[in-house]
Nanobody, 120 residues
Framework: QVQLVESGGGLVQAGGSLRLSCAGS????????MGWFRQAPGKQREFVAD???????NYASSVKGRFTISRDNAKNTVFLQMNDVKPEDTAVYYC??????????????WGQGTQVTVSS
């Protein structure tokens, strides 16, 4: 069984920083793209950032220049460095990864989410 476990969420003041981590575990053959999504109360889940296995990154316009996504392929881990956070960044942040359990298999998996609250 595959698990994605997020950590690093919490309460932070506007203008501050937070670093989220998401580690994959289980019988993983390979991890392709990894990314972060978020869901604020009463809103739909939205894309934040993703990164390919080779390190190519993509960001939502709302976080570009403030958030940085990175990954450690050897540890099956993706990070989200959040700088200059704003109250509108408050949400549950979910890790997402495209994982194969064997050659020829690919499936998207989700973490359980970690709460980020930004106070003004």
């Amino acid at each position: 069984q595959v698990q994605l476990v997020e950590s690093g969420g919490g309460l932070v003041q506007a203008g501050g920083s937070l670093r989220l981590s998401c580690a994959g575990s289980g019988r993983i053959f390979n991890i392709y793209a990894m990314g972060w999504f978020r869901q604020a109360p009463g809103k739909q889940r939205e894309f934040v950032a993703d990164i390919t296995q080779g390190g190519r990154t993509n960001y939502a316009s709302s976080v570009k220049g403030r958030f940085t996504i990175s990954r450690d392929n050897a540890k099956n881990t993706v990070f989200l460095q959040m700088n200059d956070v704003k109250p509108e960044d408050t949400a549950v942040y979910y890790c997402n990864a495209e994982i194969s359990l064997y050659r020829g298999d690919k499936k998207y998996y989700w973490g359980q989410g970690t709460q980020v609250t930004v106070s003004s």
